[in-house]
Each structure stands twice: as C-alpha cells, then as structure tokens.
C-alpha cells in the first residue's frame, strides 16, 4: 500500500526525483602533469615530432601553464609552424579555451597576423567573436596591431564590426585614430550592411527590406538598418569621442573625408 501511495504521489508531482550531481573532475596527477609540462617546452622549442610523440602518449593539450594558465594551443598560436598547431588540436586541443585574461587561441594568431592559423582555428571550430577581460575580439587586436590582411578576413568570415571594449572604444574608433584606411571602407560597409557578415549585399538587402515608409507609418526595415548604422557609425567612447574625433586630432584627413560621406554628425561634443 504504501508503494502504492508513493507512486500515485510520483506521478501526481508531488514527489521529484533527486537529480544527480556529476561527479567533479579528476584533478591532473603527476605524470599527467608531466607529460603536459613536456609538451609545453615541446611547444616552445618548435619540435612537431616531439609534441606528436607526447600526444600519443597521451599528454593532455588543455592543461595550462601556471603562470598565465594559458593552453599549449595558445602558445603555439604565437610562432610555432601550422603543423605543430594543427597536431594540437587533432590531439583534442579545445580553440576556445582561454588564459587567465580570457584571452584565446585565435585572439592570440589575429594580434599577430598568422592568416593561416587564424582559417585553420575558425575551421575548428573557434568562437569569432569570444572577447578576452577587456571585451577586445580577435577583430579588435588584429585592428589594434594594425594587421590589415587579418582583420579583413576577419570581417569576411563573420567578425561583428561594432563589439566595444569597457571604454566603449570601437574597431572603427580604433582604425580611425591609427589612420588604417585600408580598412575604413571595408568596416563602414560592413556597419551600414550586417547582413554581409552572412554573405548577403547591400543590393539584396535593400530589396528584402524594401522602400522608406510612407509619412505616418512605422519605419521600414530599410531605414530602421540605417538608423542603427548611423548610431554605431556616430558611437562614442567613454570620454564622448567619436570615430570621427579620433580621425580630426590625429590629422587622418581621407579618413575624415570617408566619415563625412557616410553622413557622420558634425556636432558631436567630447565630455571633456
């Protein structure tokens, strides 16, 4: 009877089953340390026989190093050969795990313009748009180190050309003050139509969103993008700067000239 009991209650909701709490994982032994110690310095040498041998000897990719706990992928995204990263991460080693500035592998590649590491990570699997402690993307330090050729690639696989940092700084504030103007047409039309970042162009986009609105009526999709182009095109930093205040103080005149194209406001003021 009281079988019974509990399985009417059971059913009636009453009574839920205690979930099951996983199992902690296993904290790394010594040997596994070891071997993960031996494939950092394999890393650090260059040596892609040796880092294959200790991955099939089972060396674990993902632990990290104490003093910045980053991963033998992050390191090796610094200099070593394509093929020492590629046998990385066919040994299991995760592209999105970070250090301790949230900083990742393809963060680390994009800083220093390693095209071809940067295809191979966003291959594997690499969050494009991951940003590290300071909200800086792969986008914003291929910017920041002026590496063109990246940051273009970037921006044609996807990248969100208007992600700010905790200063509210922009990659286009960025490429604005550092005079790139290489990238200047690229980011602005990349603004003005998000949907390329998906393959799309400003011909169809236009014609998916259709004509402006008659007078009255709620805005169209159309104008309802480029108001939001605009806002991000005239965004400001934390001290009210604008891409275009960047541009005017560093003396970038064509780069001023391509901010005053796009319609950039004229009357903004710094807070300072």
């Not at 992050?74 to 020492?84: K, R």
């Not at 805005?219 to 604008?242: H, L």
Request: charged share 20%.
């Amino acid at each position: 009877m009281a079988l019974l009991l509990l399985a009417v209650s059971f059913l009636a909701g009453q009574t839920k089953p205690t979930p099951k709490v996983p199992d902690a994982p296993k904290a790394p032994d010594a040997k596994a340390r070891k071997l993960a110690a031996e494939l950092l310095n394999a890393v650090y040498l260059e040596d892609v026989a040796k880092v294959s041998e200790l991955l099939e000897q089972g060396a674990d990719p993902n632990l990290t190093r104490d003093e910045d706990e980053a991963t033998a992928l992050i390191v090796a995204c610094e200099s070593a050969p394509l093929e020492l990263v590629t046998a990385l991460l066919n040994g299991k080693a995760d592209p999105n795990l970070t250090d301790a500035a949230a900083g990742t592998a393809l963060m680390t590649a994009a800083y220093l313009g390693r095209q071809d590491v940067v295809d191979l990570l966003l291959a594997r699997g690499a969050e494009l748009n991951a940003a590290d402690s300071n909200r800086w993307t792969a986008l914003t330090v291929a910017v920041a180190n002026h590496e063109v050729t990246t940051a273009l690639a970037l921006l044609a696989a996807g990248a969100d050309p208007e992600v700010r940092d905790h200063n509210q700084i922009s990659v286009l504030m960025l490429a604005a003050a550092a005079g790139i103007e290489p990238l200047l047409e690229p980011l602005l039309e990349s603004i003005a139509w998000p949907q390329r970042r998906a393959g799309g162009s400003p011909a169809s986009t236009q014609k998916q969103q259709g004509s402006a609105s008659p007078p009255g009526s709620p805005p169209s999709r159309q104008e309802t993008a480029e108001a939001a182009a605009k806002a991000a095109i005239n965004a400001t930093d934390s001290e009210g700067w604008s891409a275009l205040h960047h541009a005017v103080v560093r003396r970038h005149a064509r780069i001023v000239g391509l901010l005053l194209e796009r319609g950039v406001a004229l009357e903004a003021r710094t807070s300072g």
